[in-house]
């Protein structure tokens, strides 16, 4: 059985940093693809920062409001996946999502390209 946990949630104001992490069991962050989401009370779930490992081939996709603030890396050894967050504004606020899919996604950011999802972590930016 997959089970995704996200951690590293929280409270900041802006301008601060958070390091959201993503523990997986029964699932391998060593090849697929992998990706934070978000969502805010009455709007869709949106992609923030995706990795895709094919065999090896491994890159990283924002969304263009995210890049230059948030980075996405993994840790094999560990099975963990993670989104360091600095910068952060208010628009940032909701809750935020970890997901995974094997083999492949065709579009990394895209919400229904994954199979499997954290229960989530709420992260709140005030002015």
């Known amino acids: 059985q997959v089970q995704l946990v996200e951690s590293g949630g929280g409270s900041v104001e802006t301008g601060g940093s958070l390091r959201l992490s993503c523990a997986a069991s029964g699932y391998s962050f060593s090849i697929g693809c992998m990706g934070w989401f978000r969502q805010t009370p009455g709007q869709e779930r949106e992609g923030v920062a995706a990795l895709r490992d094919l065999r090896g081939v491994i890159s990283t996709h924002y969304a263009d409001s995210e890049k230059g603030r948030f980075t996405i890396s993994r840790d094999i050894t560990k099975n963990t996946l993670s989104l360091q967050m600095n910068d952060l504004i208010p628009g940032d606020t909701a809750r935020y999502y970890c997901?995974?899919?094997?083999?492949?996604?065709?579009?990394?950011?895209?919400?229904?390209?994954?199979?499997?999802w954290g229960q989530g972590v709420q992260v709140t930016v005030s002015s």
């Open positions: 997901a995974a899919r094997r083999p492949y996604c065709a579009t990394p950011l895209s919400v229904w390209e994954y199979n499997y």
